[in-house]
């Protein structure tokens, strides 16, 4: 199995496309953070003028943990376009390229080749994030240094430094959860077609069309709202919450690690019984 998630992961490296998201990131959170730079502090005092009035604000409140915070709410609704790009074309690439046949040939199983497959393209999920995390906070540091972060959302939250670096592991990590829904949900419509611009389209238009409908308050959305994963996927803003909602933030992971499973699920029967011979 190591061997074939290699075999996989080599794949998926050796193509161009697959380094799309990693400059993308490179490219595009720099210039977040020099706008934020250049106008963050003003962006600031607009929104806390109102607190300023009654109470003194004293540190470094426009560094890099906000800086991160900020670029995180930003690029999580972006993300999952650069994620398609990659999964869904690790099933319908081979059907491009017309090596269905030769692959499925081989003395392995059809699950262990989807597995390896679906590991393969999780961990460059993962990796995808983990880029985020160091180029946002990385940098972010570098460049605004560190202090509080204030946190602004019905409340204004205000954490210490020694309790920033913990709540942002494990945002990341949820983040990294959300991703692999649209990962898998991608790798799912990979095994339908025999193009990857199929899985791409279809992959963002789902989420798409749940955004929208997570955003109406519309009594007939109320009761399908609690089953779109997402629904779930900005849950990782619970970790800057204070106290913290340890039993939703379970529930919604639970709920993101089931869709996963469905989706996986749902893309070994199909693959399992693919005609290669047509």
Do not use: C
């Amino acid at each position: 199995m190591i061997n074939l998630i290699r075999i996989e992961l080599f794949k998926i490296f050796k193509k161009v496309r697959s380094y799309i998201g990693f400059i993308a990131i490179a490219v595009l959170v720099p210039v977040i953070q020099i706008a934020l730079y250049l106008e963050g502090e003003n962006i600031l005092n607009f929104l806390t003028q109102n607190l300023r009035q009654s109470f003194f604000f004293v540190g470094n409140f426009l560094n890099g943990y906000l800086i991160a915070f900020i670029v995180l709410g930003s690029l999580m609704i972006h993300i999952p376009f650069l994620i398609t790009l990659v999964t869904g074309d690790l099933l319908a690439g081979e059907a491009t390229s017309g090596t269905y046949r030769m692959l499925l040939t081989r003395p392995v199983s059809r699950t262990k080749i989807l597995t390896a497959k679906f590991i393969a393209g999780q961990i460059y999920t993962h990796s995808l994030v983990l880029w985020l995390a160091a180029i946002s906070m990385g940098l972010g540091v570098i460049i605004f240094g560190v202090g509080e972060l204030i946190v602004i959302t019905d409340n204004i939250t205000i954490f210490a430094k020694d309790d920033i670096l913990w709540r942002f592991a494990l945002a990341y990590g949820f983040g990294a959860l959300s991703m692999s829904v649209v990962a898998s949900l991608s790798f799912l419509f990979s095994s339908l077609v025999e193009n990857s611009i199929g899985p791409i389209i279809s992959t963002m238009a789902i989420i798409i069309v749940f955004i929208i409908i997570s955003s109406i308050n519309v009594n007939f959305f109320e009761s399908i709202k609690p089953y779109l994963f997402t629904n779930y996927m900005q849950h990782w803003r619970y970790f800057f919450d204070d106290p913290l909602d340890s039993a939703e933030i379970i529930k919604s992971g639970i709920i993101l690690l089931g869709h996963v499973v469905v989706f996986f699920t749902a893309t070994l029967i199909i693959f399992r019984k693919k005609d290669i011979l047509s």
